[in-house]
């Protein structure tokens, strides 16, 4: 079973900048996919950005530019920055690996940010 673990969550101030890391037990240059969504309160889970086994980078609507997804193959990390935060940034972010054949799809346990106003 393959686990993804993430960290750097927290508490943040608008305009502030902010790093999440998520740890994967398997090799993620092995997976089809990696990336991120996000859920906040009283709202249905959304993507946020994304990168393909060949370092392509996909970013939802209005997410480019603020948002960044990077990944380092050898220590199995995905990261996601996010700079000049706003206080509707604030959610639980989530962080997952898909594989295509077969389908499946593994989630990491959630980071909430919080942006204070």
């Known amino acids: 079973q393959v686990q993804l673990v993430e960290s750097g969550g927290g508490l943040v101030e608008t305009g502030g900048t902010l790093k999440l890391s998520c740890a994967s037990s398997?090799?993620?240059?092995?997976?089809?996919?990696v990336g991120w969504y996000r859920q906040a309160a009283g709202k249905e889970r959304e993507m946020v950005a994304r990168?393909?086994?060949?370092?392509?980078?996909e970013y939802a609507d209005n997410k480019e530019g603020r948002f960044t997804i990077s990944k380092d193959n050898g220590r199995n990390i995905i990261y996601l920055n996010v700079a000049n935060l706003k206080p509707e940034d604030t959610a639980v972010y989530y962080c997952?690996?898909?594989?295509?054949?077969?389908?499946?799809?593994?989630w990491g346990q959630g980071a909430q940010v919080t942006v204070s106003s």
């Open positions: 990168m393909t086994d060949g370092g392509r980078r």
């Open positions: 997952y690996a898909a594989d295509v054949t077969p389908p499946r799809t593994f």
């Open positions: 398997r090799r993620i240059a092995s997976f089809n996919f």
